[in-house]
């Protein structure tokens, strides 16, 4: 049995499931999210937790048990309170500011670098050098995150570069270190 796909996902007040065939939709205080689940696992709604269970024990339902519930409860999660990735940005000069829809990085190129969020994603400018990345939906988060980090990665002689907040960058010493 799959450890991670036998537990069961509560479900908070506020928080309204519908299934519909395999097409489970969850909506809560913060947005609605849907997702398609596989045909081999069936999930029972029930008055307060979602269940997720498997026909057969073979190697590739296993997998699907666990990423089949693993999904329904980041939908849960992300309903209710959110995802939240933060990113740092080190260098002289390098800058990050947003306006509207649109964040405008200034990473050392002779150009700035221009990025139009995605719908569903919203960015915080806490300082010039700190962002915050935000939204419902956690691949989404993640995937606007790491488009953002992709733009000026860290170095590793002076750290320069996007990032994360809880990243930490091995150094190197340079030719005089030898």
Known sequence: MSRIGK???????????????NK??????????????????TVA?????????????????????????????????GVTTGFKKDLEINGV?????ISGKVLTLSL????????????????EVEKQTKLSVSGIDKQLVGSAAAKIRSFRKPEPYKGKGIKYADERIVRKAGKAGK
């Open 7 to 21: 537990l069961p996902v509560a479900i908070p007040a506020g928080v309204k499931v519908s299934l519909d065939g």
């Open 45 to 77: 709604v029930e008055t307060e937790q979602i269940v997720v269970n498997r026909s057969t024990d073979t190697k590739a339902d296993t997998a699907l048990h666990g990423l089949t519930r693993a999904l329904i409860n980041n939908m849960v999660v």
């Open 93 to 97: 000069g390098y800058r990050a500011e």
């Open 108 to 123: 050392g190129y002779s150009h700035p670098v221009v990025y139009e969020l995605p719908e569903g994603i919203s960015v």
């Open 24 to 41: 489970m939709t969850i909506q809560g205080p913060k947005g609605s999210l849907s997702q398609n689940l596989h045909e081999r696992m």
